[in-house]
């Protein structure tokens, strides 16, 4: 097979496999019998999942044992040294910063968008344009401050014209968030708006109809509720908005023993 032919072999391959995963598909079993040894840069791989003891249910059934997040030792600084100059998704092309998740790498919460906007972009930090100031007065209201947190985005370009971030774009960049959940390990994830739910928990289910009710992400409680920018178009959502907030309160506080 000459070159030209590998090099688009490979590049069909992982096109499929980004399809795939944006499907929710997991992983796929390889026969090392067959495959070819091809020496092409490692993609970004999302940290992996420990599965606890099989769980034994009614009339002895074996249930599918419940996925759990290891904790991981990387360092911020290395899986941003990793992300660097990053052209993997097209989004690259119009950015002018890549915006890094930032804010307390012991959080208890974490808060999670779908991309930079404009302000973002232009001081390469998450949420400090109008919407990141209504965030920094949600979390203030219960009674925390925007220190204690963590706050990022599945994606850390922003997409031209703030259109939400396609699919193939989310699933490229996301496995770096996911690194950084494993390092950190928050309690309690808040995620804002319909995009960034629908990319982290590989959901087709809607904002309207999740928000409210804990998900869970690899045993980490998971509160869905709207983005910032939506409440500043239809402030009447920001009622629904404080009572996911709330519960999202009463549940640290009701786990306070937490080493952290
Ligand atoms: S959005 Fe993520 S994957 Fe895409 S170019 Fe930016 S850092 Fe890279």
Redesign the pocket.
């Known amino acids: 097979m000459s070159q030209e032919e590998l090099r688009d072999l490979v590049n069909q391959t992982k096109k499929q496999l980004e399809h795939l995963k944006a499907l929710g598909v997991e992983g796929i079993q390889v026969s090392t019998a067959t495959a070819p040894s091809i020496a092409a840069p490692p993609p970004?791989t999302a940290p992996a999942p420990v599965a606890s003891e099989p769980v034994t249910s009614l009339f002895g059934d074996l249930a599918p044992a419940p996925v759990k997040l290891t904790k991981s030792s990387e360092t911020f600084e290395q899986i941003h040294a990793e992300?660097g100059d990053?052209?993997?998704?097209?989004?690259?092309l119009e950015?002018t910063h890549?915006v890094h998740t930032e804010g307390n790498r012991k959080a208890r919460l974490m808060f999670v968008g779908e991309?930079p906007g404009a302000d973002e972009d232009a001081q390469a930090r998450p949420f400090v344009g109008r919407a990141g100031q209504l965030l920094t007065k949600i979390i203030e209201a219960i009674g925390m401050k925007r220190e204690e947190v963590l706050i990022g985005n599945v994606?850390?370009?922003r997409p031209p014209g703030n259109r939400a971030?396609m699919p193939d774009?989310a699933s490229?960049?996301k496995p770096?968030l996911l690194r950084e959940i494993a390092v950190v390990q928050p309690e309690v994830i808040v995620v804002l708006g319909n995009t960034a739910m629908k990319n982290l928990l590989d959901t087709r289910e809607g904002i309207t109809r999740l928000r409210g009710n804990f998900q869970d992400y690899k045993g980490i409680k998971v509160m869905p509720t709207f983005h910032p920018a939506y409440l500043l178009r239809d402030p009447s959502k920001k009622r629904e908005t404080w009572e996911d907030l709330k519960k999202v309160r009463d549940y640290l506080d009701s786990h306070r023993s937490s080493d952290r």
Do not use: D, K, M, Q
Request: net charge positive.
């Open positions: 970004p992300i990053c052209t993997r998704c097209p989004l690259h950015r890549v991309a994606n850390r370009c971030p774009e490229t960049c770096f």
